[in-house]
């Protein structure tokens, strides 16, 4: 199972990118046949998603007062081949109105199709290496 792990931090993404890498650890440690990569918008812009089985995106927003998408992250996700229908996961750092944030950027995933299984508020790194250890990738029951 191939997993993109997708940031965009406009500038102050130290906080995200910390947390994305937590969250791609996290997930690596699900098994063998797990391959996580982590791409930053910023960097990554022409990059395609069509091959990825999961998507993990997050986001800190331009403005805190009136979280929105970076135009950024919304083109990116246009243009980054066929992603309707996959399975995703949303997060956004913990800080003011990061609900809103998360929520915004959840309606923009839904907008290009994604099927959104979960999204969180993430307050630190070991935070989110928990959760990426605790994502359900597989559309296969867990056996525990």
């Not at 800080?95 to 959840?106: G, I, P, V, W």
Request: charged share 25%.
């Amino acid at each position: 199972m191939r997993v993109a792990v997708v940031f965009y931090g406009s500038g102050r993404s130290d906080q995200l990118k910390d947390l994305a890498r937590a969250l791609a650890r996290g997930i690596e440690r699900q098994g063998v046949q797990v391959q996580v990569d982590l791409l930053d918008v910023a960097v990554d812009r022409e990059k395609k998603l069509t091959l990825y089985d999961y998507l993990v995106v997050g986001m800190v927003s331009e403005t805190l007062f009136r979280p929105k998408v970076p135009g950024a992250l919304k083109e990116f996700l246009a243009r980054a081949g066929q992603i309707a229908g996959k399975r995703a996961f949303a997060f956004v750092p913990k800080r003011m109105f990061a609900a809103k944030a998360l929520l915004k950027l959840m309606a923009a995933m839904e907008h290009e199709g994604l099927y959104l299984k979960n999204s969180a508020v993430i307050s630190s790194p070991a935070e989110a290496e928990y959760l990426g250890e605790h994502l359900h990738l597989s559309t296969r029951p867990r056996e525990e």
